[in-house]
């Protein structure tokens, strides 16, 4: 009987941890920039746009992880450009995320098209990466193209 409770407690523990893992990363789409800005209710944060076949979007992600470990108040929130309708890019992206201690506000581009997903971010940008949006939380933002460095955090962080 106890090797029975002890299964199904490992059982229901299995389930439990799957389905916060499949909740790690949630969908994004042409609606959902509203929502992303609401959960960070007015505090400074960063967005950065990525793909896991980006070299300069992981190197992007390192930098972030690195110095989120050390300053907690750097609040990041990633948008993979990968689609959450493909399985195994969608495990992909979680463990990549989850490796880099990133995955606490982490979202994917769904099943709408690219391009509009990609208008819904921002009207001007063509797509390239990566890309990040630096947001004061008094509603103003910067958008940057090209890879995150150490020094750029470190000036957001430092400013009012």
Known sequence: MKRLLALLAGLMLLALSHTCAAQAVREFTSD????????QQGRP??????????????????????IKRKQRQLNVVTLGTDS????????MMRKRLAQLGLSKNAWAYGAEPAERLRYAVDKGWHGEMPRSYWFNGRGDSKARSGVITAEMVKAFLAAP
């Open 32 to 39: 959902s920039l509203p929502t992303v800005l609401a959960s």
């Open 45 to 66: 944060f960063v967005l950065v746009v990525w793909s896991l076949d980006c070299e300069f979007c992981q190197a992007s992600l390192r930098t972030l992880s690195a």
């Open 84 to 91: 959450l309708g493909d399985p195994e890019l969608a495990g």
